[in-house]
């Protein structure tokens, strides 16, 4: 069973970079048809998509952060990061990462969904 | 503010049906299937149904999901105590190069 956990700084400058890694176990990220993904969760608030990295490396942002994110496989087979640039209060957020599987059933795929999710990092933009 | 819109929150006493509406538009929720998950006390989001009306393995026949033009909902039926919960509509939005959304959220409580 896959497992994901987010590590990082919990407290960023603003003007800064934010950079998280999640790092999985149970599976090699370069195993299956996957996307490996970031969601945040601002307090009191709704989960918001930030992108996804595939295994090809290639990259899809939300266009809400395409300006200022990065999210790139790791040199080794369990972790892809996360770096969100030139942060500010707004920032301030639990973020998760998730797996994205296919939805997919005798031969016909219907979309995506997250499947697995670290248990989120908190992490504050405060000066 | 979201994409697509959910009631802030909820309530029903134990043993009733609640159902949360998720109402998009036709870039998302009309074109694309509809994932639902929970979110108990701050813990990590959990899928409870997806393909707009599936259940995976381990979720309660308590819940069901429907998906109608530009809106979705999720039903709990035999509400139980432990449903108390935040619970997210999501699904791809095909605006620009796509995206996913997700609904801003329903706080179900359980009285």
């Known amino acids: 069973q896959v497992q994901l956990q987010e590590s990082g700084p919990g407290l960023v400058k603003p003007s800064q970079t934010l950079s998280l890694t999640c790092t999985v176990s149970?599976?090699?990220?370069?195993?299956?048809?996957?996307?490996w993904s970031w969601i945040r969760q601002p307090a009191g608030q709704g989960l918001e998509w930030i992108g996804y990295?595939?295994?090809?490396?290639?990259?899809h942002y939300s266009p809400s952060f395409e300006s200022r994110v990065t999210i790139s496989l790791g040199t080794s087979n369990d972790h892809f990061s996360l770096n969100l640039y030139s942060v500010t209060a707004a920032d301030t957020a639990v973020y998760y990462c998730a797996r994205v599987v296919p939805d997919c059933s005798d031969g016909r795929c219907y979309g995506r969904y997250f499947d697995s999710w670290g248990q989120g990092t908190p992490v504050t933009v405060s000066s | 503010q979201s994409v697509m819109t959910q009631p802030p929150s909820v309530s029903g006493t134990p043993g009733q049906r609640v159902t949360i509406s998720c109402s998009g538009s036709?870039?998302?929720?009309?074109?694309?299937?509809v994932y639902w998950y929970q979110q108990l006390s701050r813990t990590a989001p959990k899928l409870l149904i997806y393909?707009?009306?599936q259940r995976p393995s381990g979720v309660p026949d308590r819940f069901s999901g429907s998906k109608s033009g530009t809106s979705a909902s999720l039903t709990i039926s035999g509400l139980r105590s432990e449903d108390e919960a935040d619970y997210y509509c999501a699904a791809w939005d095909n605006t620009l190069a796509g995206s996913w959304v997700f609904g801003g959220g329903t706080k179900l409580t359980v009285l």
């Open positions: 149970g599976a090699s990220i370069y195993s299956g048809n996957y996307y």
């Open positions: 393909r707009s009306d």
């Open positions: 990295v595939y295994i090809s490396g290639s990259t």
């Open positions: 036709n870039s998302n929720i009309e074109s694309n299937h």
